[in-house]
């Protein structure tokens, strides 16, 4: 079961900022970067954020990531429609060694 | 620009082995820069890393899958392979194999594959 935990969902009208955090622990998000994966309908995740606040190329600006202690956020600022999707932040645990997902979010552009 | 696909059997017996190969194209498994990943998710689901290979042949797994798992790297066909033993309802998903940095500290996965379902059932 996941050990990263993020709100079910997040909603909003465009234009507006959204943020979704994602908690973890010290051995995980308090030790590692954290990642983000954006997941359209049907299709295979994203990456969105790595390295904590990083943006592969062609993500736009409007996202950004961001950690404090054993918590992570991901900000979508000028939310569009084309945002809906599935948001799911990921870190190593140097405990379990292994990868871990958080429980996803799903955002809705009201 | 580097593309992964997924391919084996869409439906598994229970209790059988699970066979998924990733064929990698615009890239070299080889290449010291990566290592090779699959990733899985349950229908309505989240997702769960299953483990990761390296250019060298070390393999990783999550705990859940260590001693049901096994993964290998066929390069002269740039391939890699994931292979689920004993498998039950529980395994069917959607099997996604990724790259993932091979640099100390970035555990990310960059690119994906498009996803196979797997079904278990008799």
């Known amino acids: 079961q996941p050990v990263l935990t993020q709100p079910p969902s997040a909603s909003g009208t465009p234009g507006q900022r959204v943020i979704i955090s994602c908690s973890g622990s010290?051995?995980?998000?308090?030790?590692?970067?954290v990642n983000w994966y954006q997941q359209l309908p049907g299709t295979a995740p994203k990456l969105l954020i790595y390295?904590?606040?990083q943006r592969p190329s062609g993500v736009p600006d409007r996202f950004s990531g961001s950690k404090s202690g054993t918590s992570a956020s991901l900000a979508i600022s000028g939310l569009q429609s084309e945002d809906e999707a599935d948001y799911y932040c990921?870190?190593?645990?140097?405990?379990?060694?292994?990868?871990?997902f958080g429980t996803g979010t799903k955002v809705t552009v009201l | 620009q580097v593309q992964l696909q997924e391919s084996g059997p869409g439906l598994v017996k229970p209790s059988e082995t699970l066979s998924l190969t990733c064929s990698v194209s615009?890239?070299?498994?080889?290449?010291?820069?990566?290592?090779w990943g699959w990733i899985r998710q349950p229908p309505g689901k989240g997702l769960e890393w299953i483990g990761s290979?390296?250019?060298?042949?070390?393999?990783y797994y999550s705990p859940s899958f260590k001693s049901r798992g096994t993964m290998s790297a066929d390069k002269s066909k740039n391939q890699f392979s994931l292979r689920l033993n004993s498998v039950t309802a529980a395994d069917t998903a959607v099997y996604y194999c990724?790259?993932?940095?091979?640099?100390?500290?970035?555990?990310?996965?960059?690119?994906w594959g498009q996803g196979t379902l797997v079904t278990v059932s008799s």
């Open positions: 010290s051995s995980n998000i308090g030790s590692n970067t």
């Open positions: 390295s904590t606040n």
């Open positions: 615009g890239g070299s498994i080889n290449s010291n820069s990566y290592y």
């Open positions: 290979i390296s250019y060298t042949g070390s393999t």
């Open positions: 990724a790259r993932r940095d091979g640099r100390d500290g970035y555990h990310m996965f960059d690119y």
């Open positions: 990921a870190a190593w645990d140097g405990s379990l060694s292994m990868y871990v």
